[in-house]
């Protein structure tokens, strides 16, 4: 008999009470399991609001839940925000290019732009929303969207505090109230979960239906995200986990920008900031814009980013020498690729292995 999800919530509590009474562990969840006919976890899922600790359950949590909302407001069951600094930290070594200064004008209007943000791994995409934020004293949350990102991780959930259930506000909700920008980042990892952000991405806030109270954004709130596709999953393999977004869900972010890798010049300029040796630097440059006009063409399957670049002549600065930092640093392909790109910069710098002796 296949296993199915569908269970009756009623006849699951009655049968761990019939049991197990209202307090339980694991092994009762087992049994239940077992009854259903479903799993483990998504017995676990049912019955998130009765866990009172690791592999133990109390079926009148629930029961003391509802009175703690029926108590006077001298006792509130929503755990009171951390007020903190979340803007972000300006970084000396940022050089601004591509779509920097038209993200920069969406979060300095402060009106509500949901903007999404897709290009290769490693151009700059998170980097230039981190340090517009910072240029502008903006706050700025960053949530890493993965598969397994649900509305509990995103909205927020109860919590066990000092043997009281609390709630908790995930960090769309903080970033609702303190009208700061939400910074979805790798959207497109996502399931269909992320379906919930819906009508917060329409700018009308959220109900919180587990607490009873509406959220309305606070001004200056915004929501960025950034992916390595367009939301439409990846054809040819390269970013595997990719995912194909709902349409209603991409429809609902009113720009697209598209980031490239920076020019030569302007990414010259980034590694000059980290290293001192401008030779090293040039050869660096010139080495991935071959690679990358390569790749472009189909003639490559890998490409060098930025950041790997920046990987590089942080390695130098450890190393000290330059074919060793590029080897250490390629190691994270295969073995043809590697080979292929450490055979190009030897030609491209020919006095590489006489200057290192």
Not at 22 to 45: H, M, R
Not at 83 to 95: A, C, E, H, S
Not at 215 to 231: D, H, L, M, R, Y
């Amino acid at each position: 008999m296949p296993r199915t999800a569908n269970i009756d919530y009623t006849q699951l509590t009655q049968f761990l009470l019939d049991h197990s009474g209202n307090e339980f562990g694991s092994q009762a969840v087992l049994a239940a399991a077992d009854e259903f006919n479903v799993s483990y976890p998504t017995i676990c899922k049912r019955l998130e609001q009765y866990k009172v600790g690791y592999g133990k359950w109390n079926l009148t949590v629930q029961e003391k839940l509802e009175q703690t909302y029926q108590a006077p407001a001298g006792a509130p069951a929503v755990q009171e925000s951390i007020k903190q600094n979340l803007i972000p930290q300006k970084d000396d070594t940022f050089v601004q290019f591509g779509n920097f200064t038209d993200i920069k004008k969406i979060i300095k209007s402060s009106l509500f732009y949901p903007t999404f943000i897709t290009g290769l791994s490693g151009n700059g995409k998170t980097f230039g929303v981190e340090q517009a934020c910072a240029q502008l004293g903006r706050e700025l949350i960053r949530v890493n969207i993965t598969i397994e990102t649900d509305e509990d991780d995103l909205i927020g959930g109860f919590r066990l505090v000092d043997g009281a259930t609390v709630w908790h506000n995930g960090p769309v909700i903080e970033a609702l109230e303190r009208g700061a920008v939400l910074l979805l980042d790798e959207v497109d990892l996502a399931s269909n979960k992320i379906l919930c952000l819906q009508s917060i991405l329409e700018g009308k806030g959220v109900y919180l239906k587990k607490i009873g109270k509406f959220i309305q954004p606070a001004e200056g709130f915004n929501v960025i995200a950034t992916a390595n596709t367009k939301g439409k999953g990846s054809d040819d393999g390269r970013f595997i986990g990719t995912n194909v977004l709902n349409e209603a869900f991409l429809e609902r972010f009113c720009v697209t920008f598209e980031q490239e890798y920076p020019t030569p010049a302007v990414e010259a300029k980034i590694l000059s900031k980290l290293c001192e040796d401008d030779e090293f630097v040039t050869k660096l440059v010139d080495w991935a814009d071959i690679i990358r006009k390569t790749f472009r063409d189909g003639g490559i399957d890998e490409v060098i980013s930025t950041r790997r670049l920046v990987h590089i002549v942080q390695a130098f600065k450890i190393f000290g020498k330059r074919m060793k930092s590029i080897e250490v640093c390629t190691n994270r392909f295969d073995e043809e690729t590697k080979t292929s790109f450490i055979e190009l910069y030897d030609k491209i710098d020919e006095n590489v292995e006489q200057n290192e002796e």
